[in-house]
């Protein structure tokens, strides 16, 4: 059961561009994303968050790329990855830095709705 939901997005990550490690045995896939255009820089929606006070965010994130995408992501395409390099220590957080952890144990029609956000042109974002 799985295996089928991970072949799904695996292919959807693969078709949009992410280089992806094959899990053996897991519910996520640590995708490579750096062959995926995307404007690397914190979102403006997201600042206005922070100085409104609504949101609290650790500076250091702010330069980081995976976090930057992971965002970028779920802004422009309601999908949303985990920015890997949380679980890094401060000194090794640039090894994740062009990963991004997607969960794949949902439902169907969420993985295949993912699939064709992703898949979608990079010249014809749709704000969510």
């Not at 059961?1 to 991970?6: A, D, V």
């Not at 997607?102 to 749709?126: N, S, T, V, W, Y």
Request: with cysteine; hydrophobic share 30%.
């Amino acid at each position: 059961m799985y295996q089928t939901k991970r072949d799904v997005l695996l292919n959807s990550l693969e078709q949009s561009g992410h280089r992806v490690l094959r899990p053996q045995g897991s519910f996520f896939i640590l995708a490579n994303f750096s062959g995926v255009p995307f404007p690397n820089q914190p979102l403006a929606e997201l600042d206005e968050l922070v100085s409104a006070g609504q949101l609290d965010q650790d500076p250091t994130t702010r330069t980081s790329q995976d976090y930057n995408y992971c965002r970028w992501l779920t802004v422009t395409r309601g999908v949303t990855a985990i920015p890997p390099s949380s679980f890094y220590c401060p000194e090794h957080k640039l090894m994740a830095n062009s990963f991004a952890r997607f969960a794949f144990c949902k439902g169907d029609p969420q993985l295949q709705e993912a699939g064709r956000r992703l898949c979608q042109p990079h010249d014809k974002f749709e704000t969510q």
